[in-house]
């Protein structure tokens, strides 16, 4: 039996973080409820933030306290999520993932492990397809262009077998410098990368997405379409409050202050 389509849908205003994961468990107790009955639809969220930085599930309040102190007052947000990893960051120019898959419609089960290997291999694909280039292999999880230049990351969360969170992947230049301020996922001596400085070119994140759509879909041998909000009852309701939300928020940083 051919698996349902997968419903993406993109925002064009980049979101505030805590807002977004909100929704995200919104999406996930909607996904519970409506599995008893088989109508649950698996989903894929593609957007940019409002810049922040997040920090991983078993960081401590008092271990990133200090941090917590330091990078707001350089005019980002500062949130602990619930996915797996250390500190990060998601802002404009970097386009961000959250799938909201249900593993078990897969025959046998689709294991976390080989969840986040297709999302890694999504995001090398879309590198080579999209943008000619070819990331190296790494013991770490994420994409590297080189040994010490990471250009996406990975951190997902499997709860009943109902997938949250995601990737992030650097289009532009505007990730580097609020990326500078920290030691990202813990990585000593590893620095970001962007698809642009690595082409040297300026890029949309706009004309990045219906790609990127279409190869996670050939990665999970799924059919990746767009949402139509309106026929997605609560769920539909639920993103397009966001997105209101997201307008109404207005500017944003769009470097660090010193």
């Known amino acids: 039996m051919s698996l349902p389509p997968i419903l993406y849908h993109y925002f064009h205003q980049p979101l505030p973080y805590s807002r977004t994961l909100a929704l995200q468990e919104k999406l996930h107790q ?87 290997c297709r999302i890694q291999k999504t995001l090398e694909l879309h590198l080579k397809e999209a943008h000619a280039i070819t990331p190296i292999p790494s013991d770490h999880t994420g994409v590297f262009l080189d040994p010490t230049t990471k250009i996406a990351s990975i951190g997902v969360q499997v709860r009943h077998r109902l997938t949250s969170h995601g990737f992030s992947l650097n289009i532009t230049r505007e990730p580097i410098a609020w990326f500078d301020r920290i030691v990202a996922c813990g990585l000593v001596g590893v620095s970001a990368g962007s698809v642009e400085t690595a082409q040297n070119k300026v890029l949309e994140v706009d004309n990045e997405i219906s790609g990127l759509a279409n190869r996670f879909g050939r990665l999970y041998d799924r059919e990746v379409i767009p949402m139509k909000l309106e026929e997605e009852g609560e769920m539909g309701a639920a993103i397009a409050a966001l997105e209101e939300e997201a307008i109404r928020a207005g500017s944003w940083a769009t470097a660090p202050m010193s």
């Open 30 to 116: 909607l996904q519970l409820a409506q599995r008893k009955t088989n109508s649950h639809k698996d989903v894929l969220l593609l957007l940019q933030h409002r810049p922040v930085y997040t920090a991983g599930r078993r960081q401590t309040e008092a271990s990133v306290y200090d941090e917590r102190i330091r990078l707001t007052s350089i005019g980002a947000d500062f949130v602990t999520a619930t996915r797996g990893g250390e500190l990060t960051y998601h802002g404009p120019g970097q386009i961000v993932g959250y799938p909201l898959l249900d593993l078990s419609r897969y025959t046998p089960t689709m294991g976390a492990r080989d969840y986040v």
